[in-house]
């Protein structure tokens, strides 16, 4: 038996940037927690994280921090027209656009997105 206990014998297959990047990209919302991601992969939370804070390093994802503690995700690199948020794309021009204009898209979108957050979180109080 492994250190660690019975679980710890468990091989679980390694799980890598590609693997998370994908998974977000395959959930039925725009945006994602490393949680949600974790579930989808069978890995930690840490583990999704640690993966998300890469790709955020290497452009290819965006994240804004909602409410107190709560931090979503998104694939920004996506030509994809059947991801989850292809319909936002198109709605604000990105896949006509190049980098820079697509970041300040993901941006003013991050803003309008925590913007409505914080009313449905006003209106619970």
Same mark, same amino acid.
Not at 25 to 43: F, G, H, K, N
Not at 57 to 65: A, S
Not at 89 to 110: M, T, Y
């Given at each position: 038996?492994?250190?660690?206990?019975?679980?710890?014998?468990?091989?679980?297959?390694? =799980?890598?940037?590609?693997?998370?990047? $994908?998974?977000?990209?395959?959930?039925?919302?725009?945006?994602?927690?490393?949680?949600?991601?974790?579930?989808?992969?069978? =890995?930690?939370?840490?583990?999704?994280?640690?993966?998300?804070? $890469?790709?955020?390093?290497?452009?290819? =994802?965006?994240?804004?921090?909602?409410?107190?503690?709560?931090?979503?995700?998104?694939?920004?690199?996506?030509?994809?027209?059947?991801?989850?948020?292809?319909?936002?794309?198109?709605? =604000?021009?990105?896949?006509? $656009?190049?980098?820079?204009?697509?970041?300040?898209?993901?941006?003013?979108?991050?803003?309008?997105?925590?913007?409505?957050? $914080?009313?449905?979180?006003?209106?619970?109080?």
């Amino acid at each position: 038996m492994s250190p660690g206990g019975e679980d710890a014998g468990a091989f679980r297959q390694r =799980v890598t940037d590609s693997d998370v990047l $994908e998974a977000l990209r395959e959930q039925p919302d725009p945006v994602a927690t490393a949680s949600e991601l974790a579930e989808a992969l069978d =890995v930690s939370s840490e583990t999704a994280r640690r993966h998300l804070s $890469e790709l955020l390093e290497q452009g290819l =994802v965006d994240r804004k921090t909602v409410g107190a503690r709560a931090v979503v995700w998104w694939a920004l690199d996506t030509d994809d027209s059947t991801a989850p948020a292809a319909p936002l794309r198109r709605l =604000v021009g990105l896949l006509d $656009e190049d980098a820079a204009a697509a970041r300040e898209h993901s941006r003013d979108w991050r803003e309008a997105f925590d913007d409505e957050i $914080e009313e449905q979180l006003e209106s619970e109080r």
